[in-house]
């Protein structure tokens, strides 16, 4: 894709994000999926398949290039944790090329990195290994919200009106919140950066990090409280992601806002 090519695109597509970005400005996040009669369709129980966090493979649990940036001993403990009964890579990953180059590999070896590490994982847990196709355009990232999700069910792409995003399954990471917070801190450069809506955040249209709170869950216990030994229910209350997001150093600019809210049953 040419730089004009991706402008166009850029241009286009922020452009078809309006009214949902214009609503939930006016309203706050909350207050806007409260008017969501279906909001509850993006909690129903799916499938156990690994994928990225990335908008374009929606549905399953979600690590950043299935794990990749993590390592297999730490990906194989969340694909447990999150009952994984297959793993999948896909073409187009942002981790996977950040993987290869700071593995003194070529980055237009990034998908078959991705493949390599995803066939590793899959055979350390006896599952079946596959490629997941892309919905959405290749070679743009078009998420305008980062989900950091405390049910391990979220799946904004089952909701009309629920803005695409990369998907954090927080719910699976166990007491580790500081890799888990290294993942959005990873995504929040994918979206601001070239192959995101990039300059286009800003202070009055910011990108949003949106921490989704268990409904089961009212615990006022944190885990960013605790410290890296505290145990983790795998269902986490609002409170306690939002404790964890106010660690993170935001750029500047207010370009990127932390809100939050509780998944509806």
């Known amino acids: 894709m040419t730089e004009s090519e991706l402008r166009n695109l850029r241009i286009r597509l922020w452009a078809e994000t309006r009214l949902i970005r214009e609503c939930i400005e006016h309203d706050g996040f909350e207050s806007y999926v409260r008017s969501l009669s279906s909001l509850s369709d993006a909690f129903r129980p799916g499938d156990h398949t690994l994928r990225c966090i990335d908008g374009r493979t929606p549905g399953g649990a979600r690590l950043a ?3 990749i940036l993590l390592g297999l001993e730490k990906a194989k403990a969340f694909a447990q944790a999150a009952e994984c009964d297959r793993i999948t ?3 187009d990953c942002g981790a996977a090329r950040a993987w290869a180059l700071e ?3 070529d980055a237009g070896e990034a998908t078959t990195c991705a493949r390599e590490f995803a066939e590793e994982l899959a055979q350390a847990l006896g599952l079946p290994c596959a490629e997941t196709p892309l919905v959405g355009p290749p070679g743009f990232h078009d998420e305008t919200v980062i ?3 405390g049910t391990g069910l979220a799946n904004p792409s089952r909701v009309s009106g629920l803005p695409k ?3 954090i399954s927080r ?3 166990g007491d580790d919140f500081p890799a888990a917070l290294e993942q959005v801190k990873f995504v929040v450069g994918i979206a601001l950066g070239e192959h995101g809506f990039g300059e286009l955040f800003t202070r009055e249209h910011p990108l949003r ?6 409904p089961e869950e009212t615990t006022t216990a ?3 409280g605790k410290g890296a030994g505290a145990p983790s229910s795998g269902r986490l209350a609002l409170q306690q992601l939002m404790q964890e997001l106010g660690l993170l150093e935001l750029p500047a600019g207010e370009r990127v806002v932390i809100e939050g809210f509780v998944a509806r049953r």
């Open 147 to 149: 989900y950091y999700d």
């Open 171 to 173: 719910a699976y990471f």
């Open 89 to 91: 890579y896909h073409e």
């Open 65 to 67: 290039g299935s794990g």
């Open 103 to 105: 593995n003194h590999r």
């Open 222 to 224: 944190t885990s960013a």
């Open 165 to 167: 995003g990369f998907v």
């Open 209 to 214: 990090v949106v921490a989704i709170g268990h």
